[in-house]
Structure formats: C-alpha cells, structure tokens
C-alpha cells in the first residue's frame, strides 16, 4: 500500500513539474506578445475606434433622418 501511494506522489510531483514548465512558457510567451502589441497602444486604439464608430453611426442616422430613410425598412414609393 505505501508502494501505491509513493508512486501516486511521485506521478503528482511529475506532474507538477511539467505544469511548472508550461506556466514559465505561457509566462515568457505572454512578456514577449506584450512587449510586440503594446498594450497601452493597443487599448487607446480600441477606444479611438470606438468614438469614430459612434461619431458614424449618429451621422448615418442623423443623414437618414435628414432623408425620411427609416434604418432597415427602404422603401421604393
């Protein structure tokens, strides 16, 4: 029974060993992915592109209103 439960640890400590390892590859590999998309930049961009869609979407409606177009519903009359 020791036998078992000596070699039940053993795979665990294995295993966590090779967890060890992958998390120190998912750590350099994220640093690394950081350091070339430049988060901060990234996130401003995000948010610049967000205003300039909004900024579109209200002149689109503000031309369909300026038109009698109804979003969705054109009609050919």
Do not use: R, Y
Not at 11 to 37: D, E, F, P
Not at 56 to 75: R, Y
């Amino acid at each position: 029974m020791k036998i078992m439960s000596l070699n039940a640890q053993t795979k665990v400590m294995g295993a966590n060993v090779k967890l060890a390892g992958a998390m120190t590859t998912a750590t350099q590999s994220m640093t690394a992915m950081n350091k070339v998309m430049k988060p901060e930049q990234l996130s401003k961009t995000m948010q610049d592109f967000g205003k300039a869609s909004a900024k579109m979407d209200m002149t689109e409606e503000m031309m369909n209103d300026a038109l009698g177009i109804k979003k969705h519903c054109f009609s050919l009359l």
